[in-house]
């Protein structure tokens, strides 16, 4: 396989969403330039959101159940000193033609939204603040009526915001969160804190259980990358910016460690702390798993 550049031009690129069945058509959002939608494969690309606000996206999702539908979430969560924010969530039910604005004005910058594949209705974002000083609307947000309304379901403290929501795809009342204790100022990003940690939820999101021990890091951890193996559900994986340089057994592993759990978060091993794997983690921290292995 090799790699060719397709565009769109002129910024970072840091959300990607395609239409299962047609390889044809995906979106990417910019880190500040807007969504842009192809329809041919990427030869071609045209902005769809700039008549909107804001102009700096943090995360796409397309609902599983109908692909006409498609949330972003604004404000980038890859920090870094001159970044932009958001001012919420948006949602468009005409495959990007017409947005609504809906809601969470404050939550600075969206990281990431999963949508429930029984019903389109039913999202959840991952909401990481402004991460410029303390503020309550940090953490995960929930709906179950398309955005009318939301609940503030995980929230730990007005320092820590959200960096990744993981749902199951074969179970989706099974989901796990990042959480992030992160500051931004004008000298420098601060990175991990006792607010940091990795959170599950067994009934949709509705209570979250925080993930201690068993495995995990004991001390302080920063940033957390967390996905479920399509293929099997019990294959979890978190990649962890440990706060403390000695979380497991003596290994000093620096910045980049990454754990495995295979029964559903329950227990976990760090299976590989190579530095390359989280090198820049406040910004570059993200993590997939292959949907047949």
């Excluded at 974002?125 to 503030?152: C, D, F, I, K, M």
């Excluded at 302080?220 to 979890?236: D, E, L, M, Y």
Aim: charged content about 20%; proline content about 6%; overall charge negative.
């Amino acid at each position: 396989l090799e790699y060719r550049y397709i565009g769109p031009q002129g910024n970072r690129v840091v959300a990607v969403v395609g239409v299962p069945g047609d390889p044809n058509v995906c979106y990417t959002g910019a880190a500040s330039g807007g969504i842009w939608k192809s329809i041919d494969g990427g030869i071609q690309w045209k902005p769809i959101f700039d008549d909107q606000e804001v102009s700096s996206i943090g995360s796409l999702a397309l609902a599983p159940s109908d692909p006409n539908i498609l949330w972003a979430g604004t404000g980038e969560t890859f920090l870094r000193n001159n970044i932009s924010i958001g001012n919420g969530i948006y949602k468009s039910t005409d495959a990007g033609k017409t947005w609504s604005h809906m809601g969470l004005e404050k939550t600075g910058r969206i990281g990431r939204i999963v949508i429930d594949p029984r019903d389109p209705n039913v999202v959840l974002a991952a909401a990481l603040g402004h991460s410029h000083g303390p503020q309550p609307e940090r953490g995960v947000y929930r709906t179950t009526n398309g955005g009318e309304s939301w609940e503030h379901v995980l929230f730990v403290d007005e320092n820590t915001g959200a960096a990744e929501i993981a749902m199951d795809p074969n179970n989706p009342d099974i989901l796990f969160a990042a959480m992030w204790q992160a500051l931004v100022t004008t000298w420098a990003t601060m990175s991990g804190g006792p607010g940091s940690g990795l959170y599950r939820s067994i009934d949709g999101g509705v209570s979250w259980e925080h993930l201690r021990g068993h495995g995990l890091p004991e001390t302080n951890v920063g940033k957390i990358a967390v996905a479920i193996a399509p293929s099997n559900s019990t294959r979890v994986y978190a990649l962890i910016e440990p706060g403390d340089g000695v979380p497991q057994e003596g290994i000093e592993i620096g910045n980049g460690g990454l754990w495995r759990s295979d029964d559903g978060g329950e227990e976990w091993e760090l299976v590989n702390y190579e530095h390359a794997l989280n090198e820049r983690s406040h910004y570059y921290a993200r993590l997939a798993v292959a949907p047949d292995n």
